[in-house]
């Protein structure tokens, strides 16, 4: 299984569902491939995982979830810096 972190920057991060349809939507248009698992972390009331996808399983959707947090931390930890091409 490969992971890829995709940045969106398309649509309005303050609307959530709306976000959500819109990741649904470009998904159905095939932008992204074969999908074959999601994660969504979600923080309402209460704090929520969801996994979706045919390769959902716990691991899977843990290892998207670590995928995430990775590019997230590396993203802060280089801010600033300049990249090697």
């Known amino acids: 299984?490969?992971?890829?972190?995709?940045?969106?920057?398309?649509?309005?991060?303050?609307?959530?569902?709306?976000?959500?349809?819109?990741?649904?939507?470009?998904?159905?248009?095939?932008?992204?491939?074969?999908?074959?698992?999601?994660a969504v972390v979600l923080l309402g009331d209460t704090t929520e995982v969801f996994g979706a996808g045919p390769d959902s399983d716990a691991p899977s959707v843990a290892l998207l979830l670590h995928a995430g947090f990775m590019r997230l931390s590396c993203a802060v930890a280089d801010h600033g810096r300049e990249t090697e091409a």
């Open 1 to 38: 299984m490969t992971a890829e972190i995709v940045t969106l920057y398309d649509t309005n991060h303050r609307d959530p569902a709306g976000k959500l349809r819109s990741i649904a939507d470009t998904i159905d248009a095939g932008e992204y491939g074969e999908v074959g698992c999601l």
